[in-house]
């Protein structure tokens, strides 16, 4: 099994999550969080100028079987992309075991 933590852009958390449950990956966790990204010139926005050092983000994590993970992986790229800074990142793992607590089933079944 594999952890796949991807961070994306708030506004392409709703593509994400509906790209997530087209490829029948239903069950994850999110957060919001703020995230510090590498862009270091400002934007002005109808003659307001503001920061994007400081970006409003959303933290998605998924455990997938190993089956999954190159799907997962390709439909959060697409439907996170914009082209643009700040896109995020993806970030992968393994995952020891997975136990549901409700029937106590591990490994593939803790997780579906």
Not at 39 to 50: A, D, F, P
Not at 55 to 68: A, C, G, K, N, S
Not at 83 to 111: C, M, P, W
Request: aromatic share 10%; net charge neutral; proline share 0%.
């Amino acid at each position: 099994m594999k952890k796949v933590e991807a961070i994306i852009r708030k506004s392409k958390f709703d593509d994400v999550k509906k790209a997530l449950h087209q490829i029948e990956v239903n069950f994850f966790s999110y957060w919001e969080v703020t995230g510090v990204g590498n862009e270091k010139q400002g934007h002005v926005y109808r003659g307001i100028s503001y920061s994007t050092t400081d970006i409003q983000l959303r933290y998605v994590e998924i455990v997938v079987t190993d089956e999954f993970l190159e799907r997962t992986v390709n439909t959060v790229l697409e439907s996170a992309y914009t082209g643009n800074v700040g896109d995020g990142k993806i970030f992968v793992s393994d995952v020891l075991e997975a136990y549901r607590i409700r029937t106590k089933e591990s490994g593939h079944a803790g997780i579906n």
